[in-house]
């Protein structure tokens, strides 16, 4: 299974002898799956089939989901809005007293008359109700199948860039070790040095007493535990990456464990490219970070 960015867009559109309709879906990361639908009126009983079937394939992400619609039955249907009508004829004797005897209103003078004719809305039967529901919603599964490829696609793209991150971690990994190997014969140079400026008038150190000083900086300065648990951590990266699925939240932890141990290099480090060699691991870490946040 390949890795799934939780970033995509995706938008299908459709229409029958009733409506058009256009589904447009956006995704974004998230710490876990959120769903939120706009669908328009006559479509929101759909909502609970629409999030059932958006978690049957996403585990992760901010999913918003929206449908637009808009009727394309050509016919009208208009009624007389009797009240109105009643109220306009009422008005007559008033007026007849007032200016005298009218000219009766003929049919389409009242007709013309504002809120005299409204139009209908066309009433849809259940059969053509199941049977738009059903375009509607296949027309949805599409769109979701689309977002994934989409998500999908990004997730191949992030995977090389993963494996390259980690490619860097395993190269600056060896480099601290071949200078790791180096320090304890450094370090005892360096406590000669300093031994022979500040007591140059003392007799030398005994050769177990400096021994004994050189194994206790060693000890301090000993990065070879930080430089095994990198390499777990690389090859328990590398796996998850390699296995794909749902791994966005394990990579995250990992993520801290990489970091943890890129610090303690630097902690204990005496060596200033050893440090610089440090600093480049946390670099490249965050790097990897910042990539994982968006894999589902």
């Given amino acids: 299974m390949a890795l ?5 867009f995706a938008r299908i559109e459709g229409q029958n002898d009733i409506c058009s309709w256009s589904w447009e879906i956006k995704s974004v990361n998230a710490k876990g799956l959120d769903v939120r639908c706009r669908l328009p009126g006559g479509f929101d009983h759909l909502e609970p089939v629409v999030r059932e079937r958006a978690a049957k394939i996403f585990r992760r992400g901010n999913l918003t989901i929206n449908l637009t619609s808009s009727k394309t039955l050509s016919a009208t249907v208009f009624q007389i809005n009797q009240q109105t ?18 000219p ?17 809305e066309d009433s849809i039967s259940e059969g053509d109700q ?20 989409m998500r999908d696609e990004e997730g191949a ?36 040095e300093q031994l022979t400026e500040i007591l140059d008038s003392v007799p030398a150190l005994p050769e177990d007493r400096l021994a004994q000083e050189v194994a206790l900086l060693v000890a301090k300065a000993d990065v070879r535990e930080e430089l095994d648990r990198l390499t ?65």
Wanted: glycine letters at 6%; aromatic letters at 2%; hydrophobic letters at 40%.
């Fill in 4 to 8: 799934s960015s939780m970033t995509g």
């Fill in 130 to 149: 199941q049977a738009l529901d059903a375009a509607v919603l296949a027309d949805l599964d599409q769109t979701l199948s689309a977002l994934k490829k």
């Fill in 157 to 192: 793209r992030l995977h090389t860039v993963l494996a390259e991150q980690l490619d860097t971690i395993s190269r600056l990994q060896d480099e601290a070790g071949r200078l790791a190997a180096l320090q304890p014969a450094a370090l005892r140079d360096r406590l000669n």
């Fill in 85 to 102: 009508l009643d109220g306009i004829v009422a008005l007559m004797p008033d007026l007849e007293s007032r200016f005298g005897k009218l």
């Fill in 232 to 296: 777990s951590h690389k090859e328990s990266a590398r796996d998850l990456l390699s296995g794909g699925g749902s791994v966005g939240r394990k990579l995250d932890f990992l993520c801290q464990e990489f970091n943890r141990e890129a610090n303690t290099l630097c902690s204990k480090s005496s060596d200033v490219e050893l440090t610089r060699i440090g600093l480049d691991l946390k670099a490249v870490i965050e790097q990897f970070r910042e990539q994982i946040q968006n894999i589902e």
């Fill in 104 to 120: 009766a209103p003929n049919i389409a003078d009242l007709l013309g008359m504002r809120g005299v004719l409204e139009p209908v």
